[in-house]
T-cell receptor, first 114, second 114 residues
Framework: DAGVIQSPRHEVTEMGQEVTLRCKPI?????LFWYRQTMMRGLELLIY????????DSGMPEDRFSAKMPNASFSTLKIQPSEPRDSAVYFC????????????FGDGTRLSIL | GDSVTQMEGPVTLSEEAFLTINCTYT??????LFWYVQYPGEGLQLLLK?????DKGSNKGFEATYRKETTSFHLEKGSVQVSDSAVYFC?????????????FGKGTHLIIQP
């Protein structure tokens, strides 16, 4: 079975540019999560969706960040404009939605803002 | 709020040594507990989980027991291998029934020397 698929794997761009990260969850999973991993702060939840609806976006650092889930098989995380402090690894995960069920992670997007 | 505390690394052991990585948590509800493992350049993979007190999760020789009285979920393995070298994350979900994001510890970098 295909796991969670993220693209691109690596992104290097200049400060001020728009960045779009993409995620395809596992088919049949109805919850999708975006996390950010940095050395300083570890893994942080940014936002999560249940049945394509954003449930909690309190982890989104500021208005420059936005996320959408137009259908059950696709989500995007957008940063506009990007800043060097946004450099991190961004992970997407999906699950069946029950708290006891594990989240399955993609391989992440390593983002570098110059 | 919820939090997870795990021992700082790196932890360096010789092959076939006994491993313990400590993890304690605070939660307002009755969480499900997880250990995830991250190999270099990859996403997080679920290692094991436990959903109620005294449950023991196990996988690939690793074990952890959900101890409600001590709010702990320590990871153990009787004989480690070089291939176990990775970063290990303790995590919880405290959702009260819905699907919430994971709260992670900072991660413990494990290095196994031949």
């Amino acid at each position: 079975d295909a796991g969670v698929i993220q693209s691109p794997r690596h992104e290097v761009t200049e400060m001020g540019q728009e960045v779009t990260l993409r995620c395809k969850p596992i088919s049949g999973h109805n919850s999708l999560f975006w996390y950010r991993q940095t050395m300083m702060r570890g893994l942080e939840l940014l936002i999560y969706f249940n049945n394509n609806v954003p449930i909690d976006d309190s982890g989104m650092p500021e208005d420059r960040f936005s996320a959408k889930m137009p259908n059950a098989s696709f989500s995007t995380l957008k940063i506009q404009p990007s800043e060097p402090r946004d450099s991190a690894v961004y992970f997407c995960a999906s699950s069946s939605g029950q708290a006891s069920q594990p989240q399955h992670f993609g391989d992440g997007t390593r983002l570098s803002i110059l | 709020g919820d939090s997870v505390t795990q021992m700082e690394g790196p932890v360096t052991l010789s092959e076939e040594a006994f491993l313990t990585i400590n993890c304690t948590y605070t939660a307002t509800g009755y969480p499900s507990l997880f250990w995830y493992v991250q190999y270099p350049g990859e996403g997080l993979q679920l290692l094991l989980k436990a959903t109620k007190a005294d449950d023991k999760g196990s996988n690939k020789g690793f074990e952890a027991t959900y101890r409600k009285e001590t709010t702990s979920f320590h990871l153990e393995k009787g004989s480690v291998q070089v291939s176990d070298s990775a970063v290990y994350f303790c995590a919880l979900i405290d959702s009260g029934g819905g699907a919430d994001g994971l709260t992670f510890g900072k991660g413990t970098h494990l290095i196994i020397q031949p």
